[in-house]
């Protein structure tokens, strides 16, 4: 029985041994797990959240805690979803430099509008928004916002916008680093609130041919109201 126990014990270490270099190997594995914990730590903060009666810092103070929730893809919402004040914090977590350069630049983009303001964190823990990267070859798709919002109110609570590195970082696709970060640009504006338009728009549906436009600074402006984020003028 001992001896049972030793090499069980043997080969979970091997199990673990092996993950371990996978994950320090290859990029795609990393990115994989990396994703997992960070979905499963935006489910356990939900559910501690709802537990406590206390959701996240973009849900309103006036909510009931029993307030009826539901996550929509960015691009398909409908009616006025919004946050409370035209802010938020962002935990960016991309396991790639291009993308989490590209994401970077895309938040300090919109920061300077100065009609929305995302705050970036070092942790995924009571961020209002994950972003992370995707390997994704069967969704079409460069890039996905998915909020959690309150069904009666259109009130966010919190969001995870992903990058496709299927897509973004293949040179088929002839994603040079301007689309990447008009692609990062895009979705931060469902991130917001925005939905697709088929004007000159960072919001058109291709997602990468446009960066912000002054009608994009006006439509967050008609969400949010002339409300400035604190930290701009």
């Not at 091997?14 to 990115?31: K, S």
């Not at 006036?62 to 009826?68: I, V």
């Not at 893809?73 to 802010?87: C, I, L, M, T, V």
Request: glycine residues 8%.
């Amino acid at each position: 029985m001992k001896h049972q126990n030793w090499l069980e014990t043997l080969v979970y270490l091997c199990l673990l041994c092996a993950g371990i270099f996978f994950y320090q190997n290859n990029e795609g594995f990393a990115q994989t797990v990396d994703n997992g914990i960070n979905q499963v730590r935006t489910l356990v903060d939900q559910g501690e959240n709802k537990l406590n009666g206390n959701h996240k810092a973009a849900s309103s103070s006036s909510a009931p805690a029993n307030q009826k929730q539901q996550v929509i893809n960015g691009s398909s919402k409908s009616g006025q979803a919004r946050w409370d004040k035209p802010s938020a914090t962002i935990y960016v977590n991309m396991h790639d430099d291009n993308l989490q350069q590209a994401m970077e630049e895309a938040i300090h983009a919109w920061n300077a509008t100065g009609v929305f303001h995302f705050e970036q964190v070092h942790s995924a823990k009571g961020a209002n928004l994950i972003a992370t990267a995707d390997n994704n070859n069967s969704n079409r798709a460069a890039g996905l916002t998915e909020m959690s919002q309150y069904v009666s109110t259109g009130r966010f609570i919190n969001g995870h916008v992903y990058l496709n590195r299927a897509y973004l970082d293949n040179p088929m696709y002839g994603y040079d680093h301007t689309r990447v970060v008009n692609t990062a640009e895009h979705e931060l504006g469902h991130a917001m609130g925005l939905s697709h338009t088929n004007e000159i728009s960072v919001m058109q549906p291709a997602g990468s041919m446009y960066s912000i436009q002054p009608r994009d600074v006006g439509a967050v402006r008609a969400i949010y109201g002339e409300n400035k984020s604190s930290n701009h003028q």
